[in-house]
C-alpha cells in the first residue's frame, strides 16, 4: 500500500493555467473569488483517503485549485466534508472486517493533591534583591 499521492509541479502548473480568467487573475475553483497573491492548495476532488487504486497516476482531472481560507480549510468546508466522509468509511470498513472497539475501564481516579501546609513566610534566596 503507497503513501499519498500528491501533485507533481507541472501539473499544478497546469492546474493555475486552468482556474486563470481572462484578465489573468487565479480563481478558487470551489466558490470562483479571486484568491491571486493568496495562499492557494491543490486539493484532490475525491479524497485520497477514500481511493481505492493507489497505483494509478494522478492528473490534473483528480485535483482543482481552491483558496486556503474560502473553500479549502475554513470551518463547514470541504477539508471539514472530507475529513467526515474518511471517518464513516474507515468505521464502515472495520465493522466489515469485524473489529471492535476496546471495550476499557479507563483508568482509575487519582486522588486529589493536598494543599500546602502554610505558605511561605519569606521569599526564595535566588528571588532575594538585596543580593
Do not use: Y
Request: aromatic share 4%; proline share 5%.
Amino acid at each position: 500500500m503507497g503513501g499519498r499521492r500528491e501533485f507533481t509541479r507541472s501539473q499544478k502548473v497546469a492546474m493555475l493555467k486552468r482556474a486563470m480568467d481572462a484578465r489573468g487573475c487565479i480563481r478558487c475553483e470551489g466558490c470562483g473569488l479571486n484568491v491571486s497573491g493568496k495562499v492557494v492548495e491543490f486539493d484532490h476532488v475525491i479524497p485520497e483517503a477514500l481511493i481505492l487504486n493507489k497505483e494509478q497516476e494522478l492528473s490534473i482531472e483528480d485535483g482543482r485549485v481552491l483558496g486556503r481560507d474560502c473553500c479549502h480549510r475554513a470551518p463547514g468546508t470541504k477539508t471539514a466534508r472530507d475529513l467526515a466522509a474518511i471517518a464513516e468509511a474507515k468505521r464502515r470498513e472495520a465493522r466489515h472486517l469485524g473489529i471492535r472497539p476496546l471495550l476499557s475501564r479507563g483508568f482509575r481516579r487519582s486522588a486529589p493533591q493536598l494543599k500546602a501546609s502554610r505558605p511561605l513566610a519569606k521569599p526564595a534566596a535566588w528571588r532575594r534583591d538585596d543580593q
